[in-house]
């Protein structure tokens, strides 16, 4: 089954720990195992060709080419031999067998495990629509992609961004640094409609436009229009054509669950887990992006979480757990997003919010907006406000009291304000 | 290059060298120091590169924000992310900072 047609020795593919994924979530694992004193064998398999290395900084320092990618990879190479991990790069798990302890990957190799951590994230979702296949089509979530959009960029004047996500946004804002003229394309009728309240919505929007990209809301992608190969335009449904030689699509992730579906996990949108990051099946923990797990957060409801903080802390606590200090996850949500000289971080979960209460005068760039639900506060949203972003975590973790005259009163750290408010 | 000495959780201490350049938070990861989870990869935006630092020096604005969330925080808190080694860090203490 190897390259070569020699069976390598049987023990050679089995793995006491094997980690499938090597984003942040697995290298964590690997890492954090290691550091307690798991003295078995570690695997930690990926589908790309790296080494592990951090994803944020491909729709901003690594996409603008201000870090090189050495200085994204979370550990030194030397590091995980060093640490007896061993790396299997270039595999992508296409089955698991839950009681056989086994999965098979791409290539028809048969890996062995004790446990088995999945911590496989996500595939970037793909446009659709009729030209979607052409070349100068982009998706951002691994190097490859982002390598990709750098070698066209020269001949690129104008790009079409598909979502006004984050990272929709922070790649516009990168390609208006470097000269593109940017067109955004958002369906719904504000940006961050999934992750933000209106306030900070409406703030990014007039930033965008301020900053020079032309951002269109209710607007609805119909096909990708090319000159036989490549991209040549975009064409919406009221069939506006708009010139690009470049289009990047930012419209969110799509779990990599299958395998482990497909082998009886419960989930549906990702893999259900636990507290503890246990699967339904038998020493198959689930982590990081494709992990559906209850949280605290969102009143208890199986949510994923699409974030280094999310993927980092729930690979310590599964790493905990194998190394006999079993801990439930309950690490509040955290985030940030840079863009131009805006950086926004964000605590707890504001979807589901009932109120929202504003902080400082979004004229002056640094505000925040503290998000309410049924009476308490639920999260935060601060931009260039890292105060209120460090001070308001306690806020968040300790379902104070929604006093709106308190919050928005920006004279008043948010540490006294949960000094006052954790009494009640 | 300058050696630093660099004290983990554990309070055992270790003379390195590091390259000019990089970031105090680069330097002890690619010394292979991995108590630090960096989790935002240097970009000030967490503080989850906590360290103390000796000679003490003075933390940027932004970074005196986000230490002001930390329960260990001390007179020489540094968010190891903001310090640019350079060869004057030549004798520099840093020890790790307790997980919040």
Known sequence: ?424 | MPIITVVTRDGTGRAVDMETGVTLMEGLRDQGFDELLAMCGGCCSCATCHVYVEPASPPTEEEDDLLSGTAHRRDNSRLSCQITLTADHDGLRVEIAPED
């Open chain 1, 1 to 424: 089954m190897s390259d070569t047609g020699v069976r390598p020795p049987a023990g050679e593919r089995h793995h006491d720990v094997l980690i499938v994924g090597a984003g942040h979530g697995g290298a964590q694992a690997a890492i954090t195992l290691r550091q307690r004193g798991h003295t078995g064998s570690i695997a930690l398999m990926g589908e790309e060709p790296e080494l592990p290395y951090e994803r944020p900084p491909l729709s901003k320092d690594y996409l603008s080419g201000a870090k090189p990618f050495e200085r994204l990879l979370i550990r030194p190479p030397a590091f995980w031999e060093a640490r007896g991990i061993t790396l299997l790069p270039r595999r992508r798990v296409v089955a698991v067998d839950p009681a056989a302890h086994t999965v098979t990957t791409d290539d028809g190799a048969i890996f062995g495990y004790g446990q088995l951590i999945w911590a496989a994230g996500g595939h970037a979702r793909r446009l659709d629509c009729v030209g979607a296949h052409l070349a100068g089509v982009h998706t951002v979530r691994t190097r490859a992609d982002v390598d990709r959009m750098r070698a066209e960029l020269p001949a690129v004047e104008q790009v079409v961004v598909v979502g006004g996500g984050y990272v929709g946004l922070e790649a516009a804002a990168v390609l208006r640094a470097a000269g593109k003229r940017v067109v955004l394309l958002e369906q719904q009728t504000r940006l961050l409609a999934r992750v933000a309240g209106e306030a900070l919505s409406r703030f990014y929007e007039a930033e965008h436009r301020a900053q020079g990209v032309d951002v269109r809301l209710g607007a609805r992608l119909d096909g990708i229009v090319g000159d036989g190969r490549r991209v040549a335009a975009v064409r919406l449904f009221d069939g506006e054509m708009i010139p690009a030689q470049m289009v990047v699509a930012g419209i969110g992730l799509v779990p990599a669950a299958g395998p482990l579906l497909a082998a009886g996990a419960e989930g549906g949108d990702g893999v259900k887990v636990d507290a503890y990051g246990h699967t339904s099946l038998p020493d198959i923990h689930a982590i990081g992006d494709c992990a559906l797990h209850p949280s605290t957060y969102a009143q208890g409801r199986y949510i994923r979480l699409e974030s280094v903080q999310n993927a980092t802390d729930m690979a310590i606590i599964v790493a905990k757990g194998l190394t006999g200090t079993a801990e439930p996850y309950r690490a509040v949500p955290w985030f940030w997003s840079n863009q131009y000289d805006l950086k926004l971080q964000t605590v707890g979960l504001s979807a589901g919010h009932d109120a929202a209460v504003l902080r400082g005068d979004p004229a002056a760039r640094s505000f925040s907006v503290v998000y309410c639900r049924a009476g308490r506060v639920v999260a935060l949203d601060c931009v260039n406000a890292a105060r209120d972003y460090t001070q308001g975590r306690a806020l968040v973790e300790g379902a104070v009291r929604c006093e709106p005259t308190l919050l928005a009163d920006a004279n008043i750290p948010l540490k006294e304000v949960a000094a006052l408010l954790s009494a009640g």
